[in-house]
T-cell receptor, first 115, second 110 residues
Framework: GAVVSQHPSWVICKSGTSVKIECRSL??????MFWYRQFPKQSLMLMAT?????????EQGVEKDKFLINHASLTLSTLTVTSAHPEDSSFYIC???????????FGSGTRLTVV | QKEVEQDPGPLSVPEGAIVSLNCTYS??????FMWYRQYSRKGPELLMY????GNKEDGRFTAQVDKSSKYISLFIRDSQPSDSATYLC??????????FGTGTRLLVSP
């Protein structure tokens, strides 16, 4: 089946620094990828839709300048959390949609802790 | 009103029990319905997806969709401790975005 690889699985960074999270579709090309944020015991909240070769579409309330998304190729999307603060600490998950079926495959998630 | 409603649980059952998980939704435009399983600190894993109303079976799992009632269900037969996880229902909007329920935490005790 389709596999989406997300890296790193966890990261700790200092306040004010930036962190990059990578999301790769390993065995299929993904023109569209999605980035979610999940707080403990809560559901996934869509942050943005990443489109290959064009600007990402952000959900209402998500700061574009803080959460930079780049979809440079058909298999790679990155999320950069800029000038991170402790309130940015969360579980970030990416997803890619297979071009043929409606199977949305998720990465294993990245736990970000800002200290 | 949320677009998708799901009881957060937790739902505790003994091993071997039949588990019924449910979601209701308000948007009649939803066409594709999915169930995901999420273990702690992991990404969601697709279990089942169905199109429109009807039933779909895969091993111990059965997904049901009743569009007239805006109600979907996931049944797990012969539940195992390894089934302990959070189960999320999800639906696709016209903009190809997934809308998730809050998730139901399931605990299967040996």
């Amino acid at each position: 089946g389709a596999v989406v690889s997300q890296h790193p699985s966890w990261v700790i960074c200092k306040s004010g620094t930036s962190v990059k999270i990578e999301c790769r579709s390993l065995d299929f090309q993904a023109t569209t990828m999605f980035w979610y944020r999940q707080f403990p015991k809560q559901s996934l909240m869509l942050m943005a839709t990443s489109n290959e070769g064009s600007k990402a579409t952000y959900e209402q309330g998500v700061e574009k300048d803080k959460f930079l998304i780049n979809h440079a190729s058909l298999t790679l999307s990155t999320l950069t959390v800029t000038s991170a603060h402790p309130e940015d600490s969360s579980f970030y998950i990416c997803s890619a949609r297979e071009p043929v079926s409606y199977g949305y495959t998720f990465g294993s998630g990245t736990r970000l802790t800002v200290v | 009103q949320k677009e998708v409603e799901q009881d957060p649980g937790p739902l505790s059952v003994p091993e071997g029990a039949i588990v019924s998980l449910n979601c209701t939704y308000s948007n009649s435009a939803f066409q594709y319905f999915m169930w995901y399983r999420q273990y702690s600190r992991k990404g969601p894993e697709l279990l089942m997806y169905t199109y429109s109303s009807g039933n779909k079976e895969d091993g111990r799992f059965t997904a049901q969709v009743d569009k007239s009632s805006k109600y979907i269900s996931l049944f797990i037969r012969d539940s195992q401790p390894s089934d302990s996880a959070t189960y999320l229902c999800a639906m696709i909007t016209g903009f190809q975005k997934l809308v998730f329920g809050t998730g139901t935490r399931l605990l299967v005790s040996p």
